[in-house]
């Protein structure tokens, strides 16, 4: 009978995947989502209770209340241990059942109004006295049958005298499905409980007596197959007495025949003789005998001894780089420098190169161009995504369809021990439960160890050093720092306008005029269209994009030339968008006017340079500062440094001291749909402030970058090339620097080097004495 003073209490909830809990049952679990995180740090804050009720379908990652029971267990959190990856471990004690009444709050946990029920026992029921013993009975059938149980449980279970909790101990040392376990868990009375346990258990020994015949039927034709393998043996040895055995002997001749061509080292040598001499005593037609013709062949089709010569010209390398690639001047510079060391010192454990730059600048093809120069074979391995250690390192031969890794597969589909073997995305490695393939790489890509590169598979070393190794990336972020330690990198930056329109007109248009069937005078696109395509179409640092636009205008023109039998198809800037629709991009232009409170700032992107307009407008208040435009930490940072910065020099600046009394300060940057952040406005958004509050406006030619310090000092940014290329396209006159970056316009092209004007500072005083329009102050205020 259940008790009519059930309590109504509020608790943090974690759904369960794959778990039941009983009262009186302890169960440890992995949490990782982030909701039962926080969940548990409620509890753990709190009286240490939680409800643990269980999912309905396992495979649900974001669960709603509809996606768990209403029924769980209350539960006592007795311990909680940190795994690495954001896991936590966590042993609870299950206390007694309850009943979702309310979902309170779903974010940032689940929170839930929970019925406790407190069942009382019954006194002297003999209906309850035979259904307890009926259950212990069966239970005692179900270990015999099972044997999965300890007998050592049946003890411990016959000394329970309360019926509700029999039924719980026994229902959480049975293996039943959430569904059977749920259906336990919901019956609240004893008496209710024992019966669906009761039923459950008769069902099970059932299934189980099943399976022993099953298992029984099974052992008999595997003792009948063992008698037909030992038949077989004997037949063989009448074979061979009779001379009848030449075709499996021919195979093993053939083998040893191969290890006298291949000449392997002697370690190898001795591991394939082993091999081959246990394949000679095991039936033609055994499991394990296809195992080892599979390793022995892996072992002699790999080139041991084979490599290519390598053809070390530095100025047929200089003009095959040219050929594949327009511009990377210092990337060519250091890839010849790399290759005229490998000609003097040829033996040379050179450094491992990694190629970092944004997606689509050509990091790829300029592994090809390398190996293409020194006359060697290609290989690439993509590593994006990959996880599992045995990628690299290959599965144990004991596994089933166990194969070597991919570095030693490359290296025998190449056919040569010395190929140039090509990292890709080496930024986005990952690590599972399967290992850590990132620390396996160590290994390949330090000379020092890829001498004796051992796969699990071959289980004899093989010699990695003749190997070129180049990897590329994204970013360097993501690389673990003892693998990037091992490599030398070289920055692929993006490609300037200019850069991007001569790779169009040398290369992307001709290649795609050539595969999309057309002859070279059947498409003409003028330079200027190719410059709209490339600022309006694209937007980024490589020219991946710019070549899918080419592609659509090429697809479009292959159309009209059979549609309307037209010879040649011009494509101009006034006929651009019948091609390729409206403009995608627009860039930012100098503004018609000097303005009070709007400075020009220049940002470094993922795609390249931009112009940020920043706005900045006082209003009648209480001093608060507002930030909008998806602003990041680090440019709310410099927006409050800059505050106290003006509020220092206050009276030097002409500005009311009790500004920030009196007035609210609004700063914005447009397109607020897109996050800004980073250190690069510090100075702008100071400016902009001055300018409002002091009434003078901003030259509308100057542009500029970097942070500022509480005491007016202009600290060195990043992404000056990429900022100054973006100020030339906006019509920029000026550009202020900070003084500390002069270093960085070596990057600069010359030719737009000599369209602005650098102005390189040090300190806010000189950013307000080049961007402030002097005697023209407007009183907006």
């Known amino acids: 009978m259940e008790d009519n003073k059930n309590k109504v209490i509020k608790l943090p909830l974690i759904p369960l995947r794959g778990l039941s ?5 302890v169960l440890h679990f992995d949490v990782g989502r982030e909701k039962s995180i926080k969940a548990l740090e409620e509890a753990i804050v709190k009286d240490q209770l939680i409800f643990l009720t269980t999912q309905k379908e396992i495979d649900v990652d974001l669960p709603t209340p509809e996606d768990f029971y209403e029924v769980g267990t209350i539960s006592k959190i007795k311990q909680m241990l940190k795994l690495p990856g954001d896991t936590i471990r966590v042993l609870v004690e299950g206390i007694s059942r309850g009943k979702i009444k309310k979902v309170i709050d779903e974010e940032p946990f689940f929170s839930v109004e929970v019925e406790e029920y407190k069942v009382k026992e019954y006194k002297e029921d003999k209906e309850l006295e035979a259904f307890m013993r009926a259950v212990l009975n069966s239970f005692e059938d179900y270990i015999s049958v099972s044997n999965k149980i300890s007998p050592e449980v049946l ?8 019926a509700g909790r029999l039924a719980d101990v026994i229902a959480s040392h049975m293996l039943l499905k959430t569904e059977q376990k749920q259906e336990i868990l919901e019956a609240f009375d004893p008496k209710d409980r024992l019966e669906v346990l009761y039923k459950l258990l008769l069902k099970e020994i059932e299934i189980l007596e099943v399976e022993k015949e099953i298992n029984t039927k099974v052992r008999k034709q595997i003792n009948r197959l063992q008698k037909e393998y030992y038949l077989k043996e004997q037949l063989k040895a009448i074979r061979e007495e009779l001379g009848e055995d030449g075709e499996y002997d021919s195979e093993i001749e053939e083998f040893y025949e191969r290890i006298e061509k291949a000449k392997l080292p002697k370690e190898v040598e001795k591991k394939v003789y082993k091999e081959i001499d246990r394949l000679s005593k095991l039936a033609p037609g055994s499991a394990e005998g296809g195992v080892i013709r599979t390793y022995v062949n892996w072992i002699l089709d790999l080139p041991w001894n084979k490599k290519t010569k390598d053809n070390i010209d530095i100025k047929r390398a200089k003009k095959i780089l040219d050929e594949d690639h327009y511009g990377l001047h210092f990337v060519k510079e250091r890839i010849l420098e790399y290759l005229a060391i490998r000609k003097l010192a040829k033996n040379m454990k050179g450094p491992i190169i990694c190629l970092v730059g944004p997606p689509g600048v050509g990091k790829t093809s300029i592994a090809r161009s390398i190996a293409r120069s020194l006359n060697r074979k290609f290989v690439r391995m993509s590593l994006g995504g990959v996880r599992d250690e045995a990628e690299i390192r290959g599965h144990r031969r004991t596994y089933v369809g166990a194969i070597p890794g991919r570095i030693i597969s490359a290296i025998k589909d190449a056919g040569f021990k010395n190929p140039v073997f090509l990292f890709d995305e080496i930024d986005k490695l990952n690590s599972d439960f399967r290992g850590d393939p990132a620390s396996a790489l160590l290994e390949v890509l330090d000379p020092e160890q890829n001498k004796e590169f051992t796969d699990r598979y071959l289980e004899v070393p093989f010699d990695l050093s003749n190997v070129m190794f180049i990897t590329t990336a994204n970013s360097l972020g ?23 329109i001569v790779i169009a007109e040398k290369y992307l248009v001709p290649k795609q005029i050539k595969e999309h ?37 090429c697809r479009k023109a292959a159309r009209q030339i059979v549609e309307n039998n037209k010879k040649v198809i011009r494509v101009t800037k006034s006929n651009l968008k019948n091609y390729l629709g409206i403009p995608k991009y627009r860039y930012e232009k100098v503004r018609n006017e000097h303005e009070v409170g709007i400075a020009t700032g220049l940002a470094w992107t993922r795609v390249g340079g931009d112009t940020l307009f920043i706005e900045v407008t006082p209003m009648k208040g209480t001093g608060k500062l507002v930030l909008t435009g998806q602003l990041g930490d680090v440019m709310k940072e410099s927006a409050r440094a800059g505050l106290s910065y003006i509020r220092s020099k206050a009276g030097e600046l002409n500005i009311d001291e009790e500004f920030y009394k009196n007035l609210d300060i609004h700063i914005h940057i447009p397109e607020g749909a897109i996050p800004k952040d980073g250190p ?64 960085d316009l070596s990057e600069i092209p010359e030719s737009v080097k000599k369209k602005l004007e650098f102005v390189f500072v040090s300190h806010m005083d000189q950013v307000l004495e080049h961007a402030l329009v002097k005697g023209d102050r407007k009183d907006e205020n």
Request: proline share 4%.
């Open 680 to 743: 690069s406005a510090g100075i702008t958004m100071a400016t902009a402030v001055i300018s409002a509050l002091s009434g003078i406006p901003i030259n509308k030619y100057v542009a500029m970058t970097g942070e500022i310090t509480l005491r007016g000092r202009v600290l060195p940014v990043g992404g000056i090339k990429e900022k100054v290329l973006a100020a030339n396209r906006a019509g920029i006159k000026k550009v202020l620097l900070p003084i500390e970056n002069k270093k």
């Open 478 to 500: 993501t690389i673990p720092r003892p693998l990037l330690d091992r490599m030398e990198v070289i920055e692929v930056s993006g490609y300037t306008e200019e850069e991007k």
């Open 155 to 162: 003890i411990t279970v016959s000394t329970i005298e309360e």
């Open 517 to 553: 069937g057309m002859k070279k005078n059947n498409l003409q696109i003028s330079k200027s269209t190719l410059r709209d395509i490339v600022n309006y179409y694209t937007r980024e640092s490589g020219v991946r994009e710019l070549e899918r636009q080419i592609a659509t205008i």
């Open 21 to 25: 809990i009983f009262p009186y049952m």
